[in-house]
Nanobody, 124 residues
Framework: QVQLVESGGGLVQAGGSLRLSCSPS????????MGWFRQAPGKEREFVAA????????YYTDSVKGRFTISRDNAKNTVYLQMNSLKPEDTAVYYC?????????????????WGKGTLVTVSS
């Protein structure tokens, strides 16, 4: 089974920035389309961003458009989520996900592998 390792979470003040990273352990990133999801306390997991295998197609949930950017560096075997202008409502556990496909999707049911998550806390 593919193991996804997330990093970069932590505590940040509102308006600050944070960059999350995700790499598949023992696998080649270029094989997968990737996504980021998050789950806030007391809420269901929700889609955040997705990127196609090539990086040429991206999707974002409306609440993060203009603030978050998903990108990938296949040479470094890493996908990133750059989060700017963070708000307290962005506080959640962020999960990296991968699927053996070319196109990006917001449908979490289509993802094959999931990371354990990294906590992002945004203070007021």
């Amino acid at each position: 089974q593919v193991q996804l390792v997330e990093s970069g979470g932590g505590l940040v003040q509102a308006g600050g920035s944070l960059r999350l990273s995700c790499s598949p352990s023992g696998r080649t990133l270029s094989t997968y389309a990737m996504g980021w999801f998050r789950q806030a306390p007391g809420k269901e997991r929700e889609f955040v961003a997705a990127i196609s295998r090539s990086g040429g197609e991206t999707y974002y949930t409306d609440s993060v458009k203009g603030r978050f950017t998903i990108s990938r560096d296949n040479a470094k075997n890493t996908v990133y989520l750059q989060m700017n202008s963070l708000k307290p409502e962005d506080t959640a556990v962020y999960y990296c996900a991968a699927r053996s496909a070319v196109i990006a999707t917001m449908n979490e049911r289509l993802y094959d592998y999931w990371g354990k998550g990294t906590l992002v806390t945004v203070s007021s």
